[in-house]
Structure formats: C-alpha cells, structure tokens
C-alpha cells in the first residue's frame, strides 16, 4: 500500500443505524448538583461539546441522534501505535471519525509502512488509538466489542490489536493481564481475533459511531453499559471496603496542588471519608468498591470509567481543572452519572478556592439529596 502525500479526511454517515441505540427525540438529562450557590457550569456543558451554540442546554436533555452502524468495501485499517483503527477508504481517504485520537491526519501518511496490506474477509474494528489508556479499553473498545458481539454475526470476527508489553509504562495503560481478564470476564476472548501491527485490508468493514464527530457521545446511550453489568454479575458484598471514599491521585495525576491535597487530606474524617489507592487494589476489589459506593470523591482520572460499575444511590464529587489549550472541562464522568442515574457534582479548581469549608458544602449538598 502506497500513501504519498497529505491525505484529505471526511466524516462518513452511511444509512445503517445500530437499532437498539437509536433515540429520535430530545430527552431529560439528569442534571448536576451545585456544589454551591449559583455555581457556573459552562465549562462542563462546553466538555460535552465545545462548538455547542447553546451548550447549556445538553445539561437540561440529551440530543436526539443515533449510533450508526457503518460499513465500508474494500476499506484499510491501521494497526500501530498513534494510528491504531485509523480507517481509510479504497481510494485512501481517511474517515475522520477513526482519526479522532490518532496522529494529525497530515502526517499519516509518512507514519503508515510501505508493506503490502494483509487482505481480510469481515471484520469489525473495536479499538482506537488509544485503546490501552484505562478508560479508552473499559469505555469505548471493550463496551463496542461486547454491544457487537450481541448485534452482528457470529461469523464476523472482532479485531483487536495484539497487546504491546513496550507501551504498559504509558499513562494509565491497561497491563496485559487486565487486557486479558476483561475479555475473558465479558465472554470476547473467544470472539476476538488479536492483530500484530501492519495495514490490513478488510473485503467488508463494520464499526460503531454516534451522531456526533464526539467519540464519548456514545456514553449518551445505555447501551454502552452493557458490559459493566455483565463484569460485575457475579460479585458479593465485600464490608472490608468503604461505602465512602476519596481516591487518592496518583504521581501521574497533576489535577492538584500540594496546597489542596492538604484541604483534602485534612477534611476527610470530618466527611466521614476513607482514602483509597486503587492502584494499590485488584482489579475485582475495584469493581467491588465502585458497584457498593456511596460517595465517591476523585479527581478526574480515566479510573472514572468505573462510575458505569455503581449503583443509582451513589453520589459523585469531581475535582478537576482545565487540560493543555482547553478552556472547557472534560465532561464524559458527567455524562456517565447522568446516564447512570447518580448524583454527580463537581469543583472547577480553576474557578474555586478549594477550602474544608467549600468541600464539606459540597458534600452536604450531596447528602441532603
């Protein structure tokens, strides 16, 4: 396959509709809670979509879209890293959904070895390029895998690239075993067929996307649950774990100051609060401890993907702060609570003086809910 040049991308939506996630119509949202009075929530209603004319307005109801179900002849598709599910088209136009984490699409094209495409049959691709983060394998590549080996059919293999030891030191990546284990526990390890890095070219090729260019848009549908419900089917009460629990930042987690770990660290016993390290626990025990919380405070972290394992009584407190350029607040915890039916609130640290005074309001605003 010979890639020469810039490559020119375009958003692909073809008429096929996943029929179970198909939402015709607006519907309520389930708001958050003030941390506070007249707390400003524009910053986490631009998270969920940062070109919203009136984004306000997606903290009131979900948009009224779809999940397509899409499928290409002839279509290529990456696997490597930065690149990885990178889709183009027959005649090497990139579809713009599959590039959405990847590298610029610019410089693809000098990134793509020039070795011949192994050919395929059907596939479906579950994975993006950044599969192995934590949340990108629970949220979008696992959950995907899981909604389509329930809705196409037994024949077509799902595709996964084969695990990368090299890349197990990148910023919350999955371990192998981890990789592993949560195929086997959702009953994909069978279904999935592992590919070693290279360019493949697949006679029919099926994936996911909702209306939105937004790839976490699809945490607006239940489906994408699916498989949390199915991981933790066989779990019991464990009462060595907290109901209430702070989950301690890692070295790698830079959402806070030492100043406010300090407010934090000092105010937990008056909440009621037990720290927690989950990098300290199995995998199991973390299940356990999200699917019996009952007041979760964390700093935004691609842990929060296990918001899918609570229950509806449980109550969120987010603290997080804006990332590089952005000047909106990741909002895909929100969604996940929202669709899950928690409590869910939030400190812009950014905006808010974080005291023992501003945390325990926020709690209390929680509680009386």
């Given amino acids: ?12 939506r073809p008429p096929g509709i996943l029929s179970t996630s198909v939402a015709l119509e607006a519907k309520p949202r389930l708001k958050p809670v003030d941390a506070f009075q007249n707390q ?20 009131d109801e979900y948009p009224a879209e779809l999940i397509f179900f899409f499928s290409l002849e002839n279509a290529y598709f990456l696997v490597g890293p930065e690149m990885d599910g990178v889709i183009l088209t027959d005649d090497r136009h990139l579809i713009s959904e599959s590039t959405y984490y990847c590298l610029k699409p610019d410089t693809i094209a000098s990134k793509v070895p020039n070795t011949p495409a192994v050919q395929m049959d059907e596939v479906f691709i579950a994975f993006d390029p950044l599969w192995m983060r934590y949340d990108h394998w629970m949220g979008y590549n696992l959950s995907k895998a899981f909604l389509a080996n329930e809705s196409i ?3 077509v293999p799902i595709v996964m690239p084969k695990y990368r030891p090299s890349q197990h030191d990148n910023f919350n990546a999955i371990s192998e075993e981890r990789y592993e284990e949560s195929l086997e526990k959702a009953g994909l390890d069978k279904r999935i067929t592992r590919l070693e890095d290279g360019i493949y070219q697949a006679k029919k090729l099926y994936f996911f996307w909702p209306t939105s260019y937004y790839p ?11 498989v949390f419900k199915h991981l933790k089917k066989e779990l019991k009460y464990n009462n060595k774990l ?27 016993n008056d909440l009621n609060v037990t720290p927690v390290r989950l990098d300290k626990m199995d995998w199991q025990s973390q299940i356990s401890l999200f699917s019996q919380a009952e007041l979760i405070i964390c700093t935004h972290q691609p842990e929060l993907i296990n918001l899918f394992f609570c229950l509806q009584e449980a109550e969120i407190l987010e603290l997080t702060r804006s990332f590089g ?32 005074n501003v945390l325990k309001e926020a709690v209390k605003r929680l509680d009386i809910l």
């Fill in 153 to 155: 059919p037994k024949e």
């Fill in 40 to 59: 400003e929530m524009i910053r986490l209603a631009q998270g969920i979509d940062p070109n919203a004319i009136d984004p306000e307005k997606l903290l």
């Fill in 325 to 356: 350029d952005k000047t909106y607040l990741e909002a895909w915890p929100y969604m996940i609570s929202s669709l899950r039916k928690l409590s869910y609130s939030f400190l812009d640290l950014d905006w808010t003086k974080l005291t023992p």
């Fill in 1 to 12: 396959m010979n890639i020469n040049g810039s490559l020119s991308a375009f958003v692909f």
């Fill in 242 to 268: 907290p109901p209430r629990f702070y989950i301690e930042p890692d070295e790698k987690n830079f959402i806070l100051t030492e100043d406010e770990k300090k407010v934090i660290n000092a105010t937990l």
């Fill in 216 to 226: 976490h848009y699809y945490y607006n549908f239940k489906n994408a649950s699916d």
